[in-house]
């Protein structure tokens, strides 16, 4: 492995980082190339321990060289290419304040039936749409233990940039699986068969108190909606019981990656 030094924004070399603000042809949208992109040094680390099978480096001088050591120690022998910071800003197509990128190809993902065989503790997500939302649901996972994520109707796609950002690269290594329109609400009653408590969050009557629970359950799978409509009739319908957060008088609800938080933290098997 060895530093390359790039002068020329126009250098094919680099186009799998290019133009990462149009949307038409950004390399990390899955009807694209599908790539999955790591933004700045704590992610791009994630992404090298991870495994998604990583295809170059791209950064200014100081990034690339601290990086360096953790691809030699990963035993990874891929192209690092160190750039002029006006490089950098003309191939993305913005300021990179991180000044370093890593892209690597997307990995399988494992079956809805592996998670639920693997894991005791599953964060549920159905139509989460927001990419901040969604990398910061994926942090909180990451942090309270979740063995795995479940990735229902309308969420979007949890490798997309921002996601992968915001989640600070936790995103890369929480497994996750996504269940089609089709199997849902079907999923939520296999996971009730397979002996998970499907908890559905929503602040609306007849929920009971997150402290009424024995955050020693053997099984919990936590469920959580989109922001605003929150949980569809469909999946309250088919969970085990609604769980509420007790909020004051006039507040009706948390953003969707706080309350998963608060709710992920009670049954957390984390010292």
Do not use: Q
Request: net charge negative; hydrophobic share 50%.
């Amino acid at each position: 492995m060895a530093s390359i030094s790039v002068t020329d924004p126009a250098d094919s070399r680099l186009d799998d980082y290019r133009d990462l603000t149009n949307a038409d042809r950004r390399p990390d949208r899955p009807g694209g190339r599908g790539l999955v992109i790591a933004e700045g040094v704590p992610v791009v680390e994630r992404l090298i321990a991870s495994p998604y099978p990583v295809r170059s480096v791209m950064g200014v001088a100081a990034k690339t060289a601290h990086l360096e050591p953790v691809l030699r120690a990963a035993a990874l022998d891929v192209p690092v290419y160190t750039v002029p910071v006006d490089v950098m800003d003309s191939v993305v197509g913005f300021h990179l304040n991180r000044g370093v990128l890593a892209c690597a190809d997307r990995a399988a993902m494992p079956s809805f039936a592996d998670l639920m065989s693997m894991s005791t503790r599953l964060l549920v997500l159905e139509g989460v749409g927001d990419h901040e939302n969604l990398g910061s649901l994926f942090r909180n996972a990451a942090a309270f233990g979740v063995d795995a994520v479940v990735l229902g109707p309308r969420c979007s796609d949890p490798l997309y940039r921002r996601a992968v950002r915001v989640s600070m690269g936790n995103v890369l290594r929480v497994p996750f699986c996504t269940v089609d329109a089709g199997d849902w609400p079907d999923a939520l009653f296999e996971l009730r068969a397979g002996g998970f408590e499907v908890l559905a969050t929503t602040p609306a009557p007849p929920a009971v108190r997150l402290s009424a629970l024995d955050p020693a359950m053997p099984k919990v799978a936590v469920m959580v909606g989109s922001e605003g409509p929150g949980l569809t009739p469909v999946a309250l319908g088919a969970a085990s019981r609604a769980v509420r957060i007790p909020m004051a008088d006039g507040v009706d609800s948390l953003n969707v990656a706080t309350a998963a938080a608060v709710v992920l933290a009670h049954f957390a098997k984390v010292d």
